[in-house]
């Protein structure tokens, strides 16, 4: 079946409705993925200012978009 899950699609409108290009979300969900298991206690405002030193510094990240980008990873939905 191939069809995005509802939390999933909320974090993808979510995100562009933030100004992040449909083609680049994908590069900016793998970014904040490997920022939060580096670090899966960091809060909104440092993963906010680790995205920005990783070059994402036009998006400026919320609490409930992170907190939407960690469901959607802990339920597995962003997979290779």
């Not at 100004?19 to 920022?35: D, H, M, Y």
């Not at 440092?46 to 960690?70: C, E």
Request: hydrophobic letters at 40%; a negative charge.
């Amino acid at each position: 079946m191939n069809f995005l899950s509802e939390h999933k699609q909320v974090l993808m409108h979510r995100l562009e409705m933030k100004g992040i290009e449909k083609s680049v979300i994908p590069g900016f969900i793998w970014s904040l993925k490997g920022c939060l298991l580096d670090n899966p206690d960091m809060n909104h405002l440092q993963a906010n200012k680790r995205m920005q030193f990783l070059g994402w510094d036009d998006f400026d990240l919320d609490y409930h978009t992170l907190q939407l980008a960690i469901a959607c990873f802990e339920a597995g939905e962003f997979k290779r």
